[in-house]
C-alpha cells in the first residue's frame, strides 16, 4: 500500500474511475493520505462521484509519473470519522484547505477496503502491490 500511496502522490493529478448506472465516469484528482495502513481520497460529498461511489463502491485510479504509469482497481467505502478527515487534511493542506475545512460537512473521504495497484514501464515488467 506504501508504495501506490507514494507513487500516486509523486503523480500530483490522478484521474479517478466510477460508473455512473451503466456508463463510466472519469475526473482528475490530486489528494491522497495514508492513515491506519489504508489509501484515502477526498472528495466533496455534494458531487456526483460521492453518489457514484456511494451506489458502486468499485472504482480505478490511473496516473503516470516519469515514463511509468499506475493502476489501481477496488472497492471503496467512505470513512465518516473526523481524524480521517484531519489525517487527509493534513497530508494536503496547500491544496485542500482552499477548498474545504475538515468540519465544514462538504469535506469527505474514501478508503480502499480491498483492491491492487500494478506500476507500468515499456521497459520493466509489472509489478503489483495489494491494498
Excluded: H
Amino acid at each position: 500500500m506504501k508504495e501506490i500511496y507514494e507513487y500516486l502522490k509523486n503523480c500530483g493529478t490522478f484521474y479517478l474511475a466510477t460508473v455512473d448506472g451503466d456508463k463510466p465516469q472519469v475526473r482528475p484528482f490530486g489528494a491522497v493520505c495514508e492513515f491506519e495502513g489504508k489509501l484515502y481520497f477526498v472528495t466533496n460529498n455534494q458531487k456526483e462521484v460521492y453518489k457514484q461511489m456511494k451506489a458502486n463502491p468499485n472504482v480505478a485510479i490511473c496516473g503516470m509519473y516519469k515514463g511509468t504509469w499506475i493502476r489501481v482497481s477496488g472497492v471503496v467505502e467512505e470513512d465518516t470519522r473526523r481524524e480521517a478527515r484531519v489525517a487527509m487534511m493534513d497530508a494536503n493542506t496547500a491544496s485542500l484547505s482552499k477548498m474545504y475545512t475538515v468540519d465544514d460537512n462538504l469535506m469527505t473521504v474514501f478508503k480502499f477496503v480491498s483492491g491492487k495497484g500494478t506500476v507500468y514501464s515499456f521497459t520493466e515488467a509489472p509489478v503489483s502491490y495489494s491494498l
